[in-house]
């Protein structure tokens, strides 16, 4: 799975109406790959500038409003306030970007990325289909995108077949069953005070 989240962080400049969802990533990653790689991001003190250089690159091109609130079913979504749809978005884009940022700057080691095929499903939205290669071992990694003005952004991403979403989804609801929403952002801010220490945060 680690070698897979390097996909996480892919990016893109702006886009045109008629870009195709597969080429316009093809330079992000790149762009990616080439800060993972930097010999000027090796020293520990140049970490977080490296983290940094990829989330610039992850808010162009991931629709973290729409990754936040398919994170949870509709009906609890509908029961948080404005207020703390907006904080609980806030909160939940920085713990999931912490978490994979220093999983792939731990464990990246020179993995390929390899380019499919795109599935059209309608006009403005679309499914790209990798896979993560390194010597023997490769991992599929699927990203659902859709256009959002004007440009290709990614909702969902699939590793191996299992939905980034789904597995937040079912987490939230449990948690959502006997707590409130304030408890929820509440535990998240937690993590995200681990996060900064270095661990790795998985749920």
Avoid at 121 to 134: C, D, G, P
Wanted: aromatic content about 12%; overall charge neutral.
């Amino acid at each position: 799975l680690s070698l897979a989240l390097i996909v996480f962080v892919v990016g893109m400049t702006h886009l045109a109406h008629g870009a195709q969802p597969l080429d316009e990533l093809k330079g992000p990653i790149e762009q990616v790959i080439g800060i993972l790689r930097g010999p000027q991001f090796k020293d520990a003190s140049k970490k977080d500038l490296q983290r940094e250089k990829m989330w610039e690159i992850a808010r162009k091109i991931f629709d973290f409003d729409a990754i936040a609130r398919g994170s949870l079913t509709r009906f609890r979504w509908d029961s948080f306030t404005p207020r703390q749809r907006e904080e609980f978005t806030n909160v939940f884009t920085e713990f999931i970007g912490n978490n994979y940022f220093n999983k792939i700057q731990g464990q990246y080691h020179n993995e390929e990325v390899v380019f499919l095929k795109q599935e059209m499903l309608t006009e403005s939205k679309a499914r790209v289909m990798t896979k993560i290669q390194r010597e023997a071992l490769e991992i599929p990694v699927d990203y659902s995108m859709w256009m959002r003005g004007g440009n290709w952004k990614i909702f969902n991403v699939y590793i191996e077949g299992v939905s980034l979403l789904g597995n937040y989804r079912n987490e939230f609801e449990r948690f959502l069953t006997n707590s409130s929403a304030e408890e929820l952002i509440s535990e998240l801010k937690k993590k995200i005070e681990r996060q900064k220490k270095g661990e790795i945060v998985e749920k």
